[in-house]
């Protein structure tokens, strides 16, 4: 079962404009990663923040993690039409089972 | 450094055959992870292998099985197929106690 649920399911941006996601959960994690999709090939890790953080930086991507409300969020700045692709956030707890929640689908127009 | 690496890319098979796909592991990295992505959906476990022994399983019933072997590599065997079992599958590889895992550009299995 998927533990994540992303929001929203569909982002269309222009480019230079930011992309925020949004990355729900329900049980306690010790990490939460994004990962990208393009065009359903493989993933392609992004950015892993733990449970203790509340926010970590990568370039132009921005973290935010709320264990307390069990979300997180993921802002691309300064969106390029490079950045078109499927976006998911994955959790792992203590049992090897990485978790991904259904992904937003972010389409950036020239 | 070579990359994580499957085949076939694509299969067809029709309900009720067998199927194996293989994946090698980046270099260096010792634990691989088999996931299922159907259409529209993210990825779903089905298990990881850690030094040749199940490291533990998502909820796919015992016709999905595994083996990794000593150099790393590892096959994903779906018995008696059905047609729910047409998706995406993945597989990745990584270090313990470093989360990142390296995905491999999947295998589309079609069931018909």
């Known amino acids: 079962s998927q533990q994540g649920e992303e929001d929203p399911q569909a982002l269309s941006i222009q480019e230079g404009e930011n992309a925020t996601m949004n990355c729900s959960y329900k049980?306690?994690?010790?990490?939460l990663q994004w990962y990208r999709q393009n065009s359903g090939r493989g993933l392609v890790h992004l950015i892993l923040?733990?449970?203790?953080?509340r926010e970590k930086h990568s370039g132009r991507l921005r973290v935010t993690l709320d264990t307390s409300k069990k979300s997180s969020s993921l802002l691309i700045t300064a969106s390029r039409a490079a950045d078109t692709a499927s976006y998911f956030c994955?959790?792992?707890?203590?049992?090897?089972?990485?978790?991904f929640g259904a992904g937003t689908r972010l389409t950036v127009k020239p | 450094e070579t990359g994580v690496t499957q085949s076939p890319t694509h299969l067809i098979k029709t309900r009720g055959q067998q199927v194996t796909l293989r994946c090698s592991s980046q270099?260096?990295?010792?634990?691989v992870s088999w996931y299922q992505q159907a259409l529209g959906q993210g990825p779903q476990f089905i298990f990881q292998?850690?030094?040749?022994?199940?490291?533990g399983r998502g909820n796919f019933p015992p016709r999905f099985s595994g083996l990794q072997f000593p150099n790393y590599s590892s096959e994903l065997n779906v018995n008696a197929l059905e047609l729910d079992d047409s998706a995406l599958y993945l597989c990745?590889?990584?270090?313990?106690?470093?989360?990142?895992?390296?995905f491999g550009p999947g295998t589309r299995l079609t069931v018909l």
């Open positions: 990745a590889s990584s270090i313990p106690y470093y989360n990142e895992q390296f």
């Open positions: 049980t306690s994690i010790n990490n």
């Open positions: 923040i733990r449970s203790n953080e």
């Open positions: 994955a959790t792992d707890s203590n049992n090897n089972d990485m978790r």
């Open positions: 270099s260096g990295h010792n634990t």
């Open positions: 292998y850690y030094r040749e022994e199940e490291n």
